[in-house]
């Protein structure tokens, strides 16, 4: 079970319709496919903070914490605990910050539905948190072929064909 604790920061967000439940469809998607194994306790919930924001901030963000000195559409803050087994509540797995106005730009550019291309873009934040990573070849061959897989099963083509 995935929480999500969605914040709109950006008001432009608000414009895509149903837009809490293409997250939600998303995100769970992602973590139903990336778990290998059942978690230990069936009932065990997960969390994660959503923030819809605008390239201003994710630009800010990704200088402070990328040395990047620009937007990018999505970042990942993993949580980071010393004692998981001491929390009592849902395993929170981290942060994503989404980019309005560069998501926008790259569907509109790409030629991706919107909504496809922001659902990619949670899908990909979440399996980050759950530490799959892109760095290596290899790495990005794994993790490519898991968001294919994953948006397949939400009807969604994948992000990675030619446009």
């Known amino acids: 079970m995935l929480n999500i604790e969605l914040l709109v920061e950006a008001p432009a967000w608000r414009e895509v319709k149903d837009l809490d ?76 910050m989404l980019a309005h106005e560069t998501i926008w730009r790259e569907a509109l550019e790409q030629n991706k539905v919107l909504e496809h291309h922001i659902s990619h873009l949670v899908v990909h934040g979440v399996l980050h948190l759950l530490g799959f990573d892109h760095i290596e070849e290899q790495e990005a061959e794994e993790m490519e072929g898991l968001e294919i897989d994953i948006l397949e099963k939400l009807q969604i083509p994948s992000p990675y064909r030619q446009t």
Do not use: C, H, W
Request: hydrophobic residues 40%.
């Open 21 to 96: 439940n293409l997250i939600e469809r998303a995100g769970t998607a992602a973590m139903e496919a990336a778990r290998s194994e059942p978690a230990p306790n069936a009932q065990q919930a997960f969390e994660v903070a959503i923030n819809l924001s605008d390239d201003a901030r994710i630009q800010t963000l990704n200088q402070q914490f990328r040395s990047q000195d620009k937007p990018t559409n999505v970042l990942s803050f993993p949580f980071e605990e010393d004692f998981p087994e001491l929390a009592t509540g849902p395993l929170m797995l981290g942060d994503l």
